[in-house]
């Protein structure tokens, strides 16, 4: 059985991870790694590739950045010659980025079939891309692998049959509870002269939350606050670092002049971190505040609490079961969460059914069994 499988950005790495070396394990089965180059830098994407002892990618398809249609485009157009050249049996798609759908969009017009591991996750919020994007991709897909039981209810109601459906597990879980033990000998606390639990880690990227100056503003208001309670730092995604010289925001916020060392800052920006300085730099928080889709899944398998600055997440489970709580772009709510994590040691939390480790093994086991139906 010939599996391609694919990746583009950064959360797509950790997902493909143990899904690769599982297959590996299996002599009938022979995997090939196509990376779309959605994205480039060496620190969006080839320290993940050390980090995670990924296998150089067989194809690398080099698009780069773009507008939706033309990435999208581009690699549909690109990957269609890889099918073409190498009509694999199965093509693995994971999360939702624009890799994922252009990918799949590509194979099932070749009557290629397709597995969408993380399908069926829903914050029901169209103007965001990953939306359009898991909603796409699980429309065509023919194999799909569900990391919580929300997914399946939703996958039900857009009318997917019960048995395209596999609660498998969460791989991204995988991926972090294998490294975990690995990233305590990273020498990332030392560096930023850091102590644990002393200090608040954030992710901010989003298109909903930096392109828009009034909504970026009113965040970075509330972590100019934040900053005085607690030290913040922040390894600055490439859309966020361009935001900020766009709307020229170190004129009215001083913190966010690169380079700056005096003992009164406590806002640490750094350059986007590889897999294991930004876990272990997560196991070690006070508090997590991010916009992102898998961090408020690991945070919640880490017991740290996670401040989400999102109104909506497709991942119910890590607010029902997990450390995750909603504040969305307000200043005082935000304010309020990390105040509350502040006073509190420890979040009360369960790791959610299957969130064990084992998802890879059991995707590769359905898809050998269900491939040769
Ligand atoms: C993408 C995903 C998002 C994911 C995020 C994680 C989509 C629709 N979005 O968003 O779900 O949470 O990745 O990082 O697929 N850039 C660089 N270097 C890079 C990559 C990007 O400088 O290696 C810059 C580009 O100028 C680009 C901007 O960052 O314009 C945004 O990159 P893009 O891949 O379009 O989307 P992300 O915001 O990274």
């Given at each position: 059985?010939k599996?391609?499988?694919?990746?583009?950005?950064?959360?797509?790495?950790?997902?493909?991870?143990?899904?690769?070396?599982?297959?590996?394990?299996?002599?009938?089965?022979?995997?090939?790694?196509?990376?779309?180059?959605?994205?480039?830098?060496?620190?969006?994407?080839?320290?993940?590739?050390?980090?995670l002892?990924?296998?150089k990618?067989?194809?690398?398809?080099?698009?780069?950045?773009?507008?939706?249609?033309?990435?999208?485009a581009?690699?549909?157009?690109?990957?269609?010659?890889?099918?073409?050249?190498?009509?694999?049996?199965?093509?693995?798609?994971?999360?939702?980025?624009?890799?994922?759908?252009?990918?799949?969009?590509?194979?099932?017009?070749?009557?290629?079939?397709?597995?969408?591991?993380?399908?069926?996750?829903?914050?029901?919020?169209?103007?965001?891309?990953?939306?359009?994007?898991?909603?796409?991709?699980?429309?065509?897909?023919d194999?799909?692998?569900?990391?919580?039981?929300?997914?399946?209810?939703?996958?039900?109601?857009?009318?997917?049959?019960?048995?395209?459906?596999?609660?498998?597990?969460?791989?991204?879980?995988?991926?972090?509870?294998?490294?975990?033990?690995?990233?305590?000998?990273?020498?990332?606390l030392?560096?930023?002269?850091?102590?644990r639990?002393?200090?608040?880690?954030?992710?901010?990227?989003?298109?909903?939350?930096?392109?828009?100056?009034?909504?970026?503003?009113?965040?970075?208001?509330?972590?100019?606050?934040?900053?005085?309670?607690?030290?913040?730092?922040?390894?600055?995604?490439?859309?966020?670092?361009?935001?900020?010289?766009?709307?020229?925001?170190?004129?009215?916020?001083?913190?966010?002049?690169?380079?700056?060392?005096?003992?009164?800052?406590?806002?640490?920006?750094?350059?986007?971190?590889?897999?294991?300085?930004?876990?272990?730099?997560?196991?070690?928080?006070?508090?997590?505040?991010?916009?992102?889709?898998?961090?408020?899944?690991?945070?919640?398998?880490?017991?740290?609490?996670?401040?989400?600055?999102?109104?909506?997440?497709?991942?119910?489970?890590?607010?029902?079961?997990?450390?995750?709580?909603?504040?969305?772009?307000d200043?005082?709510?935000?304010?309020?969460?990390?105040?509350?994590?502040?006073?509190?040691?420890?979040?009360?939390?369960?790791?959610?059914?299957?969130?064990?480790?084992?998802?890879?093994?059991?995707?590769?086991?359905?898809?050998?069994?269900?491939?040769k139906?």
């Amino acid at each position: 059985m010939k599996i391609v499988n694919v990746v583009g950005a950064r959360p797509n790495y950790m997902k493909i991870a143990p899904l690769i070396e599982e297959m590996e394990k299996h002599a009938e089965i022979e995997t090939l790694l196509v990376h779309t180059g959605q994205h480039y830098d060496e620190n969006m994407s080839k320290l993940f590739f050390e980090d995670l002892s990924l296998p150089k990618p067989d194809v690398y398809l080099g698009i780069g950045s773009g507008t939706h249609a033309f990435q999208t485009a581009q690699i549909m157009i690109e990957f269609e010659k890889v099918l073409v050249r190498e009509r694999p049996d199965l093509v693995i798609v994971v999360g939702d980025v624009n890799s994922t759908v252009a990918c799949a969009l590509t194979a099932t017009k070749l009557g290629i079939k397709i597995a969408h591991v993380e399908a069926g996750l829903r914050s029901f919020d169209r103007s965001m891309p990953e939306e359009i994007n898991r909603l796409l991709t699980d429309a065509i897909s023919d194999f799909l692998f569900i990391t919580e039981k929300s997914a399946e209810d939703n996958l039900l109601k857009e009318g997917k049959a019960r048995d395209q459906i596999f609660f498998a597990g969460n791989v991204m879980i995988d991926t972090l509870l294998k490294n975990k033990e690995k990233a305590r000998q990273s020498q990332i606390l030392d560096s930023l002269k850091l102590r644990r639990r002393e200090y608040a880690l954030l992710t901010l990227h989003r298109p909903s939350n930096v392109d828009d100056e009034q909504i970026f503003v009113d965040i970075l208001k509330a972590l100019d606050v934040i900053r005085r309670k607690i030290t913040v730092v922040y390894p600055v995604h490439p859309r966020t670092k361009k935001k900020i010289e766009e709307f020229k925001l170190t004129s009215q916020f001083p913190f966010l002049e690169a380079g700056r060392t005096d003992d009164e800052k406590r806002f640490i920006m750094v350059e986007p971190l590889g897999y294991l300085d930004f876990l272990q730099l997560m196991s070690q928080a006070r508090c997590v505040l991010t916009d992102s889709g898998g961090i408020q899944e690991e945070t919640t398998v880490l017991g740290i609490p996670c401040i989400t600055l999102r109104h909506n997440t497709e991942r119910p489970v890590t607010i029902d079961q997990g450390t995750n709580t909603l504040v969305g772009a307000d200043r005082q709510r935000i304010i309020d969460a990390v105040c509350k994590a502040l006073e509190y040691d420890n979040a009360a939390a369960k790791v959610p059914v299957k969130w064990d480790g084992s998802a890879a093994s059991r995707i590769v086991q359905i898809l050998l069994s269900e491939m040769k139906k």
